[in-house]
T-cell receptor, first 111, second 113 residues
Framework: RKEVEQDPGPFNVPEGATVAFNCTYS??????FFWYRQDCRKEPKLLMS???SGNEDGRFTAQLNRASQYISLLIRDSKLSDSATYLC????????????FGAGTRLFVKA | SQTIHQWPATLVQPVGSPLSLECTVE??????LYWYRQAAGRGLQLLFY??????ISSEVPQNLSASRPQDRQFILSSKKLLLSDSGFYLC????????????FGPGTRLTVL
């Protein structure tokens, strides 16, 4: 089982739609979680952190479910500019310095 | 604020030639530094990470090496490039402790012909 798994997609949605991505992780002791966004041929950029209590930033909501070991990202009122690959990121609680990146979920928002 | 620089942005090299990619970070001290490679349409592969000057950990066996001659400088090298070394090379930094989110440089797109 991969340490972090994401549905690669692509998700094709119309403008204004609500879309949700899930990401599962295998290490139950993982301590920190993030969502990154990567545009085509660009570097990944931090989108938001995922807290135990959930986190909302405008149209974006991230949630953590420790019991089922997954995190989610919800995008409301999708914009054309939301088209990108969304990477799920987990920092294991192993005392080391590694960060585990998921392979990403492609999102296409169409007019 | 912190910034991270990488150069060159694009590089085309023949098979068997050497490689040197440089990454520098500004606005922070004692960062963790990372080198990743991303093949076309694929996820990030961690190549090396460093927690201090001269301290390098390698994640995968390969013909690449890394060095950290200064606190905020990280260099990726190869003596002889292979076709399979083509990809998007990304440098990143994170706070030393606790380990937090990583921030990426703009990347170097390497094509080996």
């Amino acid at each position: 089982r991969k340490e972090v798994e994401q549905d690669p997609g692509p998700f094709n949605v119309p403008e204004g739609a609500t879309v949700a991505f899930n990401c599962t992780y295998s290490n139950s002791a993982s301590q920190s979680f993030f969502w990154y966004r990567q545009d085509c041929r660009k570097e990944p950029k931090l989108l938001m952190s995922v807290y135990s209590s959930g986190n909302e930033d405008g149209r974006f909501t991230a949630q953590l479910n420790r019991a089922s070991q997954y995190i989610s990202l919800l995008i409301r009122d999708s914009k054309l500019s939301d088209s990108a690959t969304y990477l799920c990121v987990v920092i294991p609680n192993t005392g080391g310095f590694k960060t585990i990146f998921g392979a990403g979920t492609r999102l296409f928002v169409k007019a | 604020s912190q910034t991270i620089h990488q150069w060159p942005a694009t590089l085309v090299q023949p098979v068997g030639s050497p490689l040197s990619l440089e990454c520098t970070v500004e606005g922070t001290s004692n960062p963790n530094l990372y080198w990743y490679r991303q093949a076309a349409g694929r996820g990030l592969q961690l190549l090396f990470y460093s927690v201090g000057i001269g301290q390098i950990s390698s994640e995968v066996p390969q013909n690449l090496s890394a060095s950290r001659p200064q606190d905020r400088q990280f260099i990726l090298s190869s003596k002889k490039l292979l076709l399979s070394d083509s990809g998007f090379y990304l440098c990143a930094w994170s706070a030393r402790r606790p380990v937090t989110e990583q921030f990426f440089g703009p990347g170097t797109r390497l094509t080996v012909l």
